[in-house]
């Protein structure tokens, strides 16, 4: 039997709330699905399973908060006996005396179901419930309070997360969000010894490949300057694995592969810094794809639990209307983070004459416990070398 | 496409790209980019939105100076 336990979602993350289970009891599940939708701080993230079997218990239901590490789910394993599923416990009523309640009646309805309830007027008697065990969740409200009928309570697949229109961070998330990033930059700044470098890298051969590349596409396919920075970084990375890591237990555990963060302002406000995986093996073309898919999740959809933990290193952007360079805060335990400012023409000296060149001034926020300025100087060089070479 | 139905189109579009901006509130010749924090994604994204509504590609060099709702009506004045 394994448990499935809230996962740390990120260093700053002591507690979740799972906002969707995408599975039931009896769900034949293997490891890397997706099996629940939970709601840190800063953002939804789409949860994995990490092993096979069947789910045997959702030890939690829809709506409700719990620290990381407490069981959420029970799963059977491959020969294992399942016991009948039960449904989830549930929660007591915050304001309803257990008596008012007839115990047999009584159905779960999951918190954020008893909220929506509440501001869209919906008597919740009268809302049929098709989550786990029968509970109401909030789609049944909202299905209710739009008038429509309920699906068949014996959902068989897992249902597609929603397209979601791009929304401004509500408030409650925009005071949770700058909660959650005071606690883990106040946490870098205490903890982390930090040093830093900066570099202005010459931008000219990466922006006329750019230029030359983005003609000749149409524009869904054309390149932004972070597809070449990010690889840059990720290369680097890679070439230097005293800054891709991790700092755990008094110790630097360098990372076998390169996950690269990268932070995501949002509109409303507050920033999120999840990994595109395996960076160092993607072109130009696909980073580009996946940044984009990326940002589009961080604003409007949902992230996956790995892109919000497994970051090796983390690269921030200031865009095209930016500052001119960054002195980043690591993203803990992580050791190191790269800048870059806005690219902008600079006078330019080289073989004795002055000309105007794109540059942009790289930084590096290393963590002196895990490297040297010396090591961090060489993996700016690196970034340098690869912008030399964007083909 | 005459001009007020480029600031209709442009106004439907970033609504979805960036749904708090104000729109209205834009004058003609504002960089669309400062008065609204677009960034270059977003630009990007606004590019990729016409061209599938006006059933064309915008190339990359002329995409380059769409910057104000006057850039925007010009451009599309043929269409």
């Known amino acids: 039997m394994a448990e499935m336990t809230m996962p740390a979602l990120g260093a700053d993350m002591t507690q979740g709330k799972v906002t969707q289970w995408l599975v039931k009891p ?14 840190t701080d800063k953002a939804e993230i789409e949860i994995e399973c990490f092993a096979d079997g069947v789910v045997q218990e959702l030890v939690v239901g829809e709506g409700e908060r719990v620290p990381v590490g407490a069981t959420i789910a029970r799963i059977a394993g491959e020969g294992e006996p399942v016991v009948p599923p039960r449904t ?33 007027g919906v008597d919740l008697a009268g809302v ?7 509970a109401v ?3 049944d409200v909202e299905r209710a309070a739009a008038g429509g009928p309920a699906p068949k309570p014996e959902r068989k697949r897992a249902p597609k997360p929603r397209a979601r229109a791009p929304h401004r961070a509500a408030p409650a998330r925009t005071d949770a969000m700058r909660e959650a990033i005071a606690q883990l930059m106040a946490r870098s700044k205490r903890e982390v010894p930090h040093y830093y470098l900066e570099s202005t890298l010459d931008f000219g051969r990466a922006q006329a490949f750019l230029d030359d590349v983005n003609a000749q596409r149409p524009a869904p396919q054309r390149l932004l300057p972070a597809a070449l920075l990010l690889r840059a970084v990720a290369q680097a990375a890679r070439e230097h694995p005293q800054l891709n890591g991790h700092w755990l237990d008094g110790r630097f555990r360098a990372a076998e592969h390169v996950h690269l963060g990268v932070a995501v302002s949002l509109r409303g406000g507050g920033v999120v810094a999840p990994a595109i995986l395996d960076a160092d093996r993607l072109s130009a073309d696909e980073l580009m794809e996946r940044l984009t898919d990326l940002v589009a999740r961080v604003r409007s959809g949902r992230l996956r639990g790995r892109e919000m933990t497994d970051a090796t290193i983390t690269v921030t952007q200031l865009g095209e209307r930016g500052a001119d360079l960054v002195h980043g805060v690591i993203y803990v335990p992580q050791v190191a983070l790269v800048g870059f400012g806005r690219i902008r023409e600079r006078p330019w000296a080289q073989d004795g004459m002055v000309g105007a060149r794109p540059t942009v001034v790289a930084t590096l926020a290393g963590d002196h416990r895990a490297s040297d300025g010396h090591a961090g100087g060489l993996l700016l060089e690196a970034v340098d070398r690869s912008l030399q070479e964007p083909a | 496409m005459t001009a007020g139905e480029t600031r209709t189109l442009i106004a439907r579009l970033l609504a979805d790209i960036a749904p708090d901006a104000d729109v209205a ?44 709702l006057d850039d925007w009506c010009a451009y599309l004045a043929e269409d």
């Not at chain 1, 416990?89 to 304001?95: D, E, H, K, L, T």
């Not at chain 1, 309803?96 to 501001?119: F, G, I, K, M, W």
């Not at chain 1, 049929?128 to 029968?134: A, D, F, I, S, V």
């Not at chain 2, 609204?36 to 509504?53: C, G, I, N, P, T």
């Open chain 1, 128 to 134: 049929p419930g098709t989550g786990p065990g029968g």
């Open chain 2, 25 to 68: 509130a834009l004058a003609p010749a504002d960089d669309l980019q400062e008065a609204l924090d677009l960034d270059s994604m977003d630009r990007m994204a606004l590019v990729v939105a016409v061209s599938e509504q006006i059933g064309r590609d915008i190339p990359d060099r002329e995409a380059g100076r769409l910057r104000a």
């Open chain 1, 88 to 120: 989830p416990a549930p929660p007591p009523p915050p304001s309803l005396p257990a008596a008012a309640a007839p115990r047999v009646e009584r159905r779960h309805v999951t918190p954020l179901a008893r909220r929506v309830a509440a501001d869209l």
């Open chain 1, 137 to 139: 969740t909030r789609e």
């Open chain 1, 26 to 39: 009896g769900d034949r599940v293997r490891h890397g699905d997706v099996v629940a939708v939970v709601d």
